[in-house]
Nanobody
Framework: VQLVESGGGWGQTGESLTLSCTTS????????IAWFRQVPAKEREGVAC????????NYGDSVRGRFIISSDKVKKMFYLQMNSLRPADTGKYFC?????????????????????WGQGTQVTVSS
């Protein structure tokens, strides 16, 4: 299983960035997939998830209404469109997956463990 993030970089408050995650080595449609972010000295935060089993989406409270997660089953890629960026969105973003049809539905507060992770891509938002 391999996940590779791309698309990180710099943005200013109010701007948009789109992250991509290229995947390989697993049956894409059997997995729930998510984006997490990490800031030094803070706990990892679930940002958005999508179930490739039933299409259900879920979002962290801090990004709901601003970020959109999507997937392309043909390309086996998924994306995070980040709109109305804020300095608080700064962090290293990771894509992750788990062979499950309930991980995304349960939400990030449930703490469902994701099995495979990418190396991350840095996003920095300036005010």
């Amino acid at each position: 299983v391999q996940l590779v993030e791309s698309g990180g970089g710099w943005g200013q408050t109010g701007e948009s960035l789109t992250l991509s995650c290229t995947t390989s080595g697993f049956d894409f449609e059997d997995y729930d997939i998510a984006w997490f972010r990490q800031v030094p000295a803070k706990e990892r935060e679930g940002v958005a998830c999508i179930s490739n089993v039933d299409g259900r989406r879920n979002y962290g409270d801090s990004v709901r209404g601003r970020f959109i997660i999507s997937s392309d089953k043909v390309k086996k890629m998924f994306y995070l469109q980040m709109n109305s960026l804020r300095p608080a969105d700064t962090g290293k973003y990771f894509c992750a997956d788990v062979k499950s049809s309930v991980a995304c539905e349960l939400g990030f507060d449930f703490g469902y463990e994701y099995d495979f992770w990418g190396q991350g891509t840095q996003v920095t938002v300036s005010s």
